[in-house]
Nanobody, 129 residues
Framework: QVQLVESGGGLMQAGGSLSLSCVAS????????MGWFRQDPGKEREFVAA????????YYVNTVKGRFTISRDNAKNTLYLQMNSLKPEDTAVYYC??????????????????????WGQGTQVTVSS
């Protein structure tokens, strides 16, 4: 049974930092493309960042480039999202997700929620102004 468990969310003032983690089990973590998504109530879930299985390539939505860093430790089956210079508009529930496909297919689809096979339960991030 595949499980993705996020942690590290919380309440932070604007300009602060938070670090999210996602621990994976029940899958061969090092073979999966991983992503972070977020969702505000009443809005669609949106792509935040993604990383290839080896960690060699990363992708970000423009609104977080230069502020957020996605990384992974395959030995620990863990995905990370370091969030710096937080803004109130970063407030959302953050989800990690996993998928396994060819690189060529992934680079075309990594921002789409329906391309991911497994999801965590989410962790709330709230940024106050």
């Amino acid at each position: 049974q595949v499980q993705l468990v996020e942690s590290g969310g919380g309440l932070m003032q604007a300009g602060g930092s938070l670090s999210l983690s996602c621990v994976a089990s029940g899958l061969t973590f090092s073979t999966y493309y991983m992503g972070w998504f977020r969702q505000d109530p009443g809005k669609e879930r949106e792509f935040v960042a993604a990383i290839t299985p080896t960690g060699g390539t990363t992708y970000y939505v423009n609104t977080v480039k230069g502020r957020f860093t996605i990384s992974r430790d395959n030995a620990k089956n863990t995905l990370y999202l370091q969030m710096n210079s937080l803004k109130p508009e970063d407030t959302a529930v953050y989800y990690c997700a996993a998928t396994r496909k060819s690189f060529l297919e992934y680079v075309r689809t990594y921002q789409a929620t329906n391309q991911y096979d497994y999801w965590g339960q989410g962790t709330q991030v709230t940024v106050s102004s």
